[in-house]
């Protein structure tokens, strides 16, 4: 099951399940192997040629003026002319070291660019499907905010890893491996003196760097949290002084200052530690290396040349870099490697269409039955929402669900859009179960209007048509007049192109339900559900929109969920619940003259 992770954050650890997920990655690389395995190519090319450098580089600094090779007469090839001793042939070298080495960089980088952003559009196009027709349950189980910033920065590690961490992560051991082999062969002695210290030394370096910044990230995090305090008391400062705290709070942000300022000495303590150990032991390290190669270029005894020995230093002064580099970035592919996991888990994850295998697309009518449905949510199994519900609705009619919160209005609206399947009984629609319908066919035939309609940021054009995109401006503009709509609309300067902002927040409650209610009448629906469409609304609001409801309602099956009795007066039905249940049925007239009823009840309580 995909689970997003909350903000603290978590050690990535390695395990063989998790790399076997990570590894369907590959499925989207596999269209660009080709150019991906050029990029590599590169990538060793660049590499290799950068182990050149060192070495030229310290031929360069130990060579000397002599003439040059192309002016010696000599009927020897061009390589046997080469003079490393001679600085105007190893600069020379060099020139064309970087400009090899530019070129392979360039192409490099190029080719994994295009391979990275192409995956990464492939397993962002999949993952967005995924989401999209995932069923409900998997919404209730994870919060959206967490969800959509989790894959974010999941499909950004990725991202970065494949197009500058991996390949620079392989850089660096091709350099450590080129090194160990020339200063090996430069000097077997001095290879091993410099591989039992510098390395060593490097890596104690990054974890004390590493426990330093932990330390540092404590006291933040402390700093953060007496801010915190600081912030919430001068906003409340009325409660502080209105309930005489200001002696708690002050204890409280004692207690964290008193942190800050041990954690920031223990940080203060270690990183005194770290600098002595920097310039004592890996600089002391680097210099005991450099003082035992000098000795091996001194005397008539010398075993090793001057330009080899600066050849040496400069190998390992590279290397010490590259392996000092490592930990971080084999870090960084650890985290993209659990980011990957997450992403695949998702990719993994069985959709709407893998749950529901219905695949008839009849002509629905809209006659609606449910026989015996009981329910509950799969998160609260104790806790039983629908009870052996039974009713039917003629194509057409119109059925009114009544009760107190937490009755089972809404889990029958959930149930109709198939946002859930009843544990119980049967759900059919012209006689036919809804098992055997396309889940995408019986949602075509439906509309949904809320109680707190959420528009999409764009013009109010836009949104409308989000009933049906293919509808040309003038249907757009009679479902706009027919939810009346169309008066306020045109009163915008901008007339249908307005934007809504954010969740339709430039535009009233009232407003927004009519372009809802639109929206609706675009579509055309055969099934019409309306969930207390009407009760967050002022009297000449609720006019507007109940006219526009009843427009909507015209020639369709409709379900109306009230909780103002006054909109269900005109119902073919009223279905009245109680925990779940039918306790009773009728028309307004029918059951408001049931001696005490629970209807009846319930409009005397909103008439007083």
């Known amino acids: 099951m995909f689970r997003p992770k909350g903000k603290k954050k978590e050690r990535v650890k390695l395990s063989k399940d998790s790399v076997q997920k990570a590894k369907r990655i590959f499925k989207y690389l596999k269209p660009y192997r080709g150019v991906f395995f050029i990029g590599w190519i590169f990538l060793v090319l660049s590499s290799s040629a950068g182990l050149f450098f060192p070495y030229l580089l310290g031929q360069l600094l130990g060579g000397e003026q002599t003439a040059s090779p ?15 001793n001679n600085i105007n042939t190893v600069a020379l ?51 959206v905010g967490e969800l959509t910033s989790r894959l974010s920065s999941d499909i950004t590690l ?5 197009r500058t961490t991996i390949a620079e992560f392989f850089r660096q051991i091709i350099i450590i491996i080129g090194s160990i082999i020339f200063i090996t062969i430069v000097s077997w002695e001095l290879a091993l003196i410099m591989l039992a210290t510098v390395p060593v030394m490097a890596v104690i370096a990054v974890l004390f760097g590493r426990f330093i910044r932990k330390l540092s990230k404590e006291a933040q995090d402390a700093t953060a949290s007496s801010n915190t305090i600081i912030e919430e008391s001068m906003m409340g400062i009325t409660n502080v002084k209105t309930f005489t705290n ?53 005397g008539p005894d010398a075993t090793l040349e001057k330009r080899d020995f600066y050849s040496f230093v400069m190998f390992t002064v590279f290397m010490g870099a590259s392996i000092g580099s490592i930990p971080d970035l084999y870090a960084s592919i650890q985290k993209a490697i659990g980011a990957t996991e997450h992403l695949m888990e998702l990719i993994n994850e069985n959709t709407e269409n893998d749950i529901y295998k219905g695949d008839d697309n009849p002509t629905l009518k809209g006659q609606v039955s449910f026989n015996n449905v009981s329910f509950h949510y799969p998160e609260r199994s104790d806790v039983q929402v629908l009870k ?11 059925i009114a669900l009544v009760g107190a919160s937490g009755a089972g209005k809404s889990t029958i609206a959930s149930l109709l859009l198939r946002f859930y399947e009843p544990n119980e009984g049967t759900y059919s629609i012209d006689g036919k179960s809804v098992d055997q319908i396309d889940i995408e066919h019986l949602r075509d035939h439906m509309a949904f209007v809320p109680q707190e309609v959420i528009l999409f940021s764009g013009t109010i054009k836009e949104n409308i048509a989000f009933g049906n995109p293919d509808a040309n401006d003038d249907e757009i503009e009679a479902a706009a007049k027919k939810a009346n709509a169309y008066s306020f609309i045109k009163d915008f ?5 307005t ?5 339709g927040i430039q535009l009233s409650g009232g407003q927004k339900q009519r372009v809802a209610i639109a929206r609706a009448i675009l579509k055309d629906p055969k099934i019409l559900i309306l969930d207390e469409a009407t009760s967050a609304l002022d009297a000449e609001s609720e006019r507007l929109v109940q006219e526009a409801l009843n427009n909507l309602m015209e020639n369709r099956t409709s379900f ?8 269900i007066r005109k119902a073919d039905e009223i279905l009245v619940m109680e925990k779940g249940q039918i306790v009773e049925k009728g028309t307004h007239d029918e059951l408001i003259n049931m001696k005490d009823g629970v209807y009846a009840n319930l409009n005397e309580l909103q008439i007083q």
């Open 70 to 84: 192309g002016m010696a007469q000599s009927n020897t090839s061009w390589i046997e002319q080469i003079d490393f």
């Open 93 to 143: 070298m060099l020139l064309v070291l970087f400009v090899l080495q530019s070129l392979f960089s360039f192409f490099r980088i190029i080719l994994f660019t295009k391979v990275t952003e192409n995956t990464m559009r492939d397993i962002r196009k999949e993952a967005f499907s995924k989401l999209i027709y995932m069923p409900m349950n998997f919404f209730n189980k994870n919060k």
């Open 158 to 162: 990725v991202q970065d890893t494949l």
């Open 246 to 298: 200001e002696s708690f709070v002050m204890s409280k942000y004692r207690k964290t200052i008193e942190e800050i300022r041990r954690l920031n000495i223990k940080s203060g303590n270690w990183r005194g530690v770290f600098v002595s150990f920097i310039i004592m032991c890996l600089f002391g390290a680097i210099v005991f290396i450099i003082w035992q190669g000098l000795h091996m270029t001194i």
């Open 388 to 398: 052996n519900m039974s009713f039917e609705v003629n194509s057409g009619g119109k």
């Open 493 to 497: 300067p901008d007339g249908f192109e």
């Open 499 to 503: 934007e809504v902002g954010d969740r």
């Open 560 to 567: 109306i969920i009230a909780h103002r009795l006054s909109t």
